[in-house]
């Protein structure tokens, strides 16, 4: 079955740390890739997405994920968190249907 | 315009109640969702429609009911509800409903069944 694994559920960092989120995906075809966020009390949004093309996509807020074809993985980085960046984090897959399965979240605390 | 709105944002309601969610979005989008969204859990689809037509039902209970009355419009319709289906409900939209398109996200209306 279609899968999405986040390794890491919780993560704190001090501030200017960077910052690297697993994601791995059960098996390949062609997937559409997303990491969404959603802030303490706010919906779901958009951090970046990979389609096809640049297997190394920029996002919002200056976040970036890699996509590694060969090992199923999209990991989320960003050199230099802040503060606002607490949050909890979620990889999404899109296999070729219409359903886009979630990974468990991470949350992520920034430490002032 | 990116935004999807939902309402109400808060519902209490009881297991024997009738109420109804509401999901609007205004981008020309022809694919909406329902998710359901437990604490600490990352989103659970529940059901698509594209182009107006329910397209996944996820085994959802009868006692979720879906409508999509026009292109802009998602409904949920609940009744008998039970204790556990207390969630935060979801309604996102995207351009179609295949690959290559992203879903956006409503903030969520947080239901409490008592």
């Known amino acids: 079955a279609q899968s999405v694994s986040q390794h890491n559920h919780h993560v704190i960092l001090s501030e200017a740390a960077s910052l690297e989120l697993g994601c791995n995906y059960s098996?390949?075809?062609?997937?559409?890739l997303f990491w969404y966020v959603q802030y303490p009390g706010q919906h779901l949004q958009l951090l970046l997405k990979?389609?096809?093309?640049?297997?190394l996509v920029k996002g919002i807020k200056g976040f970036e994920a890699e996509f590694i074809k060969s090992k199923f993985s999209f990991n989320l980085r960003k050199p230099s968190v802040q503060w606002s960046d607490t949050a909890e984090y979620f990889c999404?897959?899109?296999?070729?249907?219409?359903?886009?399965?979630f990974g468990a979240g991470t949350r992520l605390f920034v430490k002032a | 315009d990116t935004e999807v709105t939902q309402t109400p944002k808060h519902l209490v309601m009881g297991m024997t109640n009738k109420k109804s969610l509401k999901c609007e979005q205004h981008?020309?989008?022809?694919?909406m969702y329902w998710y359901k969204q437990k604490a600490k859990k990352p989103p659970e689809l529940m059901f698509v429609?594209?182009?107006?037509?329910?397209?996944i039902n996820e085994s959802v209970p009868s006692r979720f009911s879906p409508e999509c009355p026009n292109s802009s419009l998602l409904n949920l319709h609940l009744h008998a509800l039970q204790p556990e289906d207390s969630a935060l409900y979801l309604c996102?939209?995207?351009?179609?409903?295949?690959?290559?398109?992203?879903?956006?996200f409503g903030p969520g209306t947080r239901l409490t069944v008592t």
């Open positions: 981008m020309g989008h022809r694919a």
């Open positions: 990979y389609f096809s093309g640049d297997p």
């Open positions: 996102a939209s995207s351009q179609e409903r295949g690959r290559g398109y992203e879903q956006y």
């Open positions: 999404a897959v899109k296999w070729g249907g219409f359903k886009t399965i």
């Open positions: 098996y390949g075809g062609t997937v559409n």
């Open positions: 429609y594209s182009y107006e037509k329910l397209s």
